[in-house]
């Protein structure tokens, strides 16, 4: 049975996770048309779907499929505004991948 989870990441992880859902919470640096670069540990290039409408500054949660490139097809985006803690939103990302037997399954 293929897994449904989808694994806080940042752009430290991705490279573990082409092709596969994810979920990131990082901050909109810009806006071009269908892209937009956010910045969660790093950055990440995401490809927009139409019903995404993100405002530059502004913190957003991305649901998406990470591709080769290490970009990110979005799937779902939600704005969470500019009030932010990204200390504690890094400590979440971390934790989920100290603990990942608990938040995704894993083939190591």
């Not at 806080?8 to 082409?18: I, M």
């Not at 950055?43 to 019903?51: A, E, F, P, S, Y």
């Not at 949660?61 to 591709?67: L, S």
């Amino acid at each position: 049975m293929a897994s449904e989870a989808t694994p806080r990441v940042n752009a430290k992880y991705l490279d573990s996770f082409t092709n596969q859902t994810v979920r990131i919470l990082g901050k909109v640096v810009s806006l071009r048309g269908e892209t937009a670069t956010i910045d969660a540990n790093g950055t990440i290039n995401v490809q927009l779907n139409r019903d995404a409408h993100l405002q530059l500054n502004n913190a957003v949660e991305v649901v998406g499929k990470v591709q080769q490139d290490l970009s990110v097809k979005v799937f779902q985006a939600t704005d969470f505004g500019s009030n932010i803690d990204f200390i504690a939103v890094e400590a979440v990302v971390d934790a989920t991948h100290r603990y990942k037997e608990i938040f995704y399954d894993s083939n190591d």
